[in-house]
């Protein structure tokens, strides 16, 4: 690749930068700026792939699922406890989304915000000291985050509450309905009989070396004398009978006619199988239970549907905590409008006095909103949603009035993060500061490559205008409309924001496959910002570059010159470590 560097750029323009696996995040909107399109072809030995950030066709191509299938082959590595929601496609999908779809109510966000504010309660304690007095360096924000998400998805999706360590009482005893099957009265924090590892250690270990457990298999993970690798199998396999456990517990709820209240993910997999009382056989897993009918879900299929809840309900939305924080850090003005905002909506209420129908709504539809929406905006969960055509079937589509033509057996790369960077479909101003642009390629002339939440505050936005006929803010579904599939038509973001046109934000996917925990992931951000936020300030780390007492003795030039360097750290970091 290097050697290929030194040709002349009329040889290797456009299509040399394509090459990089990471070209997507590296370069962003650039080289569609460069094709003049918003959807291209790459055609390879390898096969053939579309790139598209083009908001009509991403709307057609999401809701055309049959049309445009999931490319289920390259999620093998999720099938870790068996197939899940994620990883099939067709009447199978069909299937799990409509079993696993059910907890993910209104109603069962209370109990998501609830344990946000306890567990953002908790962290925050853990940073600042029982005092509450701040001022001093975290150093762990990106461990912390995913630690909270975790703690909120164990205890709203599986009735696990784990305490936060050196905060919450070690000794503390939870709750009936706080228990983990199987470990009798101990917390998570104990060892169970029969395991070797806590619930919570496990859990998090097991994430913590996902890759080896994804990569390699079991035997091997036996096998090889290295630590990680023996790790990785130890976390997995004590996770798998803490599942296991809970699975029992649940079925000999069922047995008993008990229901318990509130989100119950386990619950609705159990009721997907088929377990009733008058179908429960022998306990889990003396063999391999098989369905008893095509509608519903094997034993595998219920662990690998917890599994993938667990998964890919605790990283992203801590990624989205982590980076809210170091914008805000990085942006003070847009800090202080939110603290402003939640002034306003909080009026000096406690956090034991905040409530759901009351505040949520006002933290969605104002600047804590807008400020998600944006963190969601430039670092999207995924950079781009895979999707493709099936062998011999051939689709078309319509972009800008032209119908196109996509080959059977195309795959399809749905460019969230580029799409969300596409002037046609965002109000934008010229650059803050046009002698040091936020990317060194992308969107020069514009402010899309910056942070700036303001941009979804429908006075600031309609006052930008979109010359070009793109906004889009009247087309609201004011109340959210499910199928038989779960599948939420609201919009993601609140009626009085910015309403970008279908296809043009798709954090969370779009159509039948949209994330089914969108709401859940919107509901903890912002319990956690506004617990934060309503009580502190957040400023960036210098401790590279000087010492408090260095800083204090420093003028304003300094002060700022030092500010500088971390920031600029910070921002190379955000821009070029997550290819």
Known sequence: MPLLYKLPSKWTDPWLDLLNPEWAWKHLHAPFEKLGTDIFLTVSPGGNMVWCANASAISQITTRRNDFPKPIEIYGSVDLFGKNVVTTEGAVWRQHRKITSPPFTEKNNHLVWAESLHQARSMVESWVGPDGAGNKTIGKVADDTMRLSLHVISRAGFGVRLLW?????????????????????????????????????????????????????????????????????????????????????????????????????????????????????????SEKRQAPSDHTLTDDEILGNAFVFILAGHETTANSIHFSLLYLALHVQPQRRLQKDLDSVFQGRSISEWDYERDLPNL?????????????????????????????????????????????????????????????????????????????????????????????????????????????????VDKAETDDLGVNTAADTAANLFHPLKGAYIPFSEGFRACLGRRFAQVEVLAVLAVIFSQYSVELAVDEYATDEEVKKMDESGKREVWGRAATQAKTLMRTGMG
Do not use: C
């Not at 479909?425 to 642009?437: F, I, K, L, R, T």
């Open 165 to 285: 360590p050196g905060i919450e009482d070690a000794t503390e005893k939870t709750d009936r309905s706080a228990e983990i099957p199987g470990a009798g009265q101990e917390t998570s924090t104990d060892v169970p009989k029969g395991h070797t590892m806590s619930y919570t250690d496990a859990l998090g270990s097991l994430l913590h070396n996902i890759l080896w457990v994804m990569l390699l298999p079991r035997w091997l993970l036996i096998a090889l004398p290295f630590k990680p690798t023996r790790k990785a199998y130890q976390s997995y396999s004590e996770w798998d009978s803490y599942m296991k456990e809970m699975y029992a517990a649940k079925k000999a709820e069922v047995l008993a006619g008990e229901e318990r209240e509130g989100m119950d993910l386990m619950g609705a997999l159990v009721k997907g199988a088929g377990i009733t009382p008058e179908t429960l056989g022998e306990p889990f897993p």
């Open 364 to 476: 969605f539809g104002g600047m804590a909103g807008a400020v998600l929406n944006e963190e969601l905006r430039l670092i999207p969960p995924v950079i781009s949603i895979p999707k493709k055509t099936a062998d011999g079937s051939p689709q078309t589509l319509l972009v800008d009035g032209k119908k196109v033509y996509v080959e059977g057996g195309t795959q399809i790369s749905l460019v969230a993060a580029i799409t969300h960077r596409n002037p046609r479909y965002w109000p934008h101003s010229p650059p803050s500061d046009p002698e040091h642009p936020a990317h060194p390629e992308s969107n020069l002339d514009n402010d899309l490559e910056e942070f700036k939440p303001e941009r979804w505050l429908l006075a600031s936005s309609s006052a930008k205008g979109m010359s070009n006929g793109h906004a889009d803010v009247h087309h609201q």
